[in-house]
């Protein structure tokens, strides 16, 4: 008896463990899984708006000056420039994403949490930021002012 | 047979019942090394005694407090206006936080200055190099919290610091962010972390920590060790801890003071549509790391500055947590001068850094 035991234990055992173990990983999976998927937050429906048509009229910025306004939900900054020139960019900064103001003092745009500065072509000119600011093109209709992407 | 006072028979149906004589019979057995690095043992305990008052006072604010975008920074204003010492909670809150860290950071460097690391201390090592990261997540969730700008723009900044790692980046961003930008979404998910998660994992790994501790007794240093003339020690119970208790009562009599006489501020609602403020700066445990990153030109060898230095950061993070595990020479109970000189080097990097931090002109 002992020895027809021992003669071929181990199939049937390796297939018990084996079967034990996939479904304890079977269980591990399908408690992980879905708890996982559950932390990721689902996909907003990003702005599809290619333009917007900003709540400002063209007389209500003054020249040398910045504003922040919403493009979709991001930020963006319109800036009258001392040659009343109106420019608008992104207002999320490149670095770690603080959102940027128009400096008068230097006619340059800075963002406060890294010290990164911006010509008025939105180039990263000094500070840590690795990339241009993204620009947007700026029409004047009337007493409208429209701010678009470029494509 | 003498007639037991009504404590001692309180005590000893309790004992019947739960076996509590033994740890009364292990507090007497135990003993605490005196030498010149003694003072160092009181930093561990005031720690824990500081995390016992951010739990009692932060389960107290949450009768209050209110985890949504629209109404986080209102109830928290609420709280320090109308309700009947609401200031004084919150600012306690804050304060014991701000000191815990603090008596954390030195407890860390004077373990790693003695080498009290050493095996088979390492496990206790690694526990407390993880409640550090535990207690720096605490604070950078807590602060989000009450909703106000500075809160906003620093967890903006922390969160995309996440962002700039590669291949996992954007995935890391989106959980902690709970979306692509820094919402409500986002406080929801901070407020789960600081409220419930970490307090269960920091209580777990307090009690290991602890564990490990009464396990292996008190580390006595290398120097402490081989110094000539009879080793002395003090019993832990009631001298050690008598003296500890003095310890818990000063600080809380600083706590009480900071609280008292620089009450936490609120500062303004957050408001995601408008520009960083000038001045913005981290908690002050974060701003060497803010600092440096702030330091770094746009592009390092050929990478971006701040995915250079969040690589930095790292590598140091890692070289700490492995310290007992590189440090050969001390594990084999020499001495090993060049780990006491990268510890110098550190704590000094981090003390210039967050100097600076604080005096150069954040507008230049």
């Not at chain 1, 979709?72 to 999320?92: C, D, M, Q, V, Y």
């Not at chain 2, 109830?75 to 200031?87: H, I, K, P, R, T």
């Not at chain 2, 084999?332 to 006491?340: I, Q, Y």
């Amino acid at each position: 008896m002992a020895d027809s035991f021992s003669t071929k234990p181990t199939p049937r055992r390796k297939f018990l463990d084996w079967l034990l173990g996939t479904s304890v990983g079977g269980l591990a999976a399908a408690v992980l899984y879905p708890a996982t998927r559950y932390l990721i937050p689902p996909r907003a429906g990003e702005s599809s708006a290619a333009t917007v048509t900003l709540p400002l009229k063209p007389d209500d910025i003054a020249v040398n000056t910045g504003q922040i306004f919403k493009f979709g939900n991001r930020a963006g900054l319109l800036i009258r420039t001392s040659n009343n020139e109106l420019k608008a960019f992104s207002a999320t900064c490149t670095h770690l994403g603080c959102i940027v103001r128009y400096r008068p003092d230097l006619g340059e745009i800075w963002c406060a949490c890294h010290n990164g500065h911006f010509d008025l072509n939105g180039r990263n000119v000094s500070g840590p930021p690795p990339a241009p600011l993204e620009d947007f093109t700026v029409n004047v209709r009337g007493d409208q002012i429209v701010v678009g992407k470029r494509t | 047979m003498p007639a037991m006072s009504n404590f001692a028979r309180f005590y000893a149906w309790l004992d019947a019942r739960t076996g509590v004589g033994a740890l009364g019979k292990l507090a007497k057995k135990k003993d605490v090394p005196i030498h010149r690095h003694t003072a160092w043992y009181y930093l561990g305990g005031m720690t824990a005694f500081l995390f016992l008052i951010q739990l009692c006072t932060g389960l107290l604010l949450l009768f209050y407090y209110r985890p949504s975008a629209g109404e986080a920074y209102e109830s928290v204003q609420f709280l320090m206006a109308e309700v009947q010492f609401g200031w004084l909670i919150r600012s306690i809150h804050s304060w014991a936080a701000n000191l815990m860290i603090f008596t954390l950071f030195l407890h860390l460097f004077t373990v790693l200055l003695v080498k009290a690391y050493r095996p088979p201390r390492d496990l206790t090592w690694f526990s407390g190099v993880i409640l550090l990261a535990l207690a720096l997540a605490f604070g950078f969730t807590g602060y989000l919290l009450p909703w106000n700008e500075l809160a906003y723009f620093a967890t903006r900044v922390g969160t995309q610091i996440a962002g700039v790692l590669p291949v996992v980046g954007n995935f890391l961003l989106r959980v902690l962010r709970g979306g692509e930008d820094v919402s409500g979404a986002t406080l929801t998910r901070f407020y789960a972390i600081h409220v419930a998660l970490l307090p269960i994992t920091t209580l777990a790994l307090v009690g290991l920590h602890v564990v490990l501790v009464q396990r292996h007794g008190m580390s006595i240093p290398l120097q402490a060790e081989s110094a000539k003339g009879p080793k002395r020690s003090m019993p832990f119970f009631p001298n050690f801890l008598l003296r500890d208790l003095v310890g818990w009562l000063a600080a809380l009599a600083i706590l009480a003071a900071l609280a008292a006489f620089i009450p936490a501020e609120l500062g303004t609602k957050a408001d995601p549509f408008a520009s960083a403020p000038v001045g913005i700066k981290p908690e002050w445990y974060f701003m060497f790391m803010f600092q440096t990153l702030k330091m770094l030109p746009a592009h390092i060898l050929g990478i971006e500055g701040e995915l250079f230095g969040v690589l930095a950061f790292g590598l140091g993070g890692l070289f700490l947590f492995l310290v007992p595990v590189l440090d050969r020479k001390s594990a084999a109970g020499e001495r090993s001068p060049v780990f006491t000189w990268i510890a110098v080097a550190m704590i000094a990097f981090i003390i210039v850094m967050t100097i600076v931090g604080y005096t150069v002109d954040p507008s230049a």
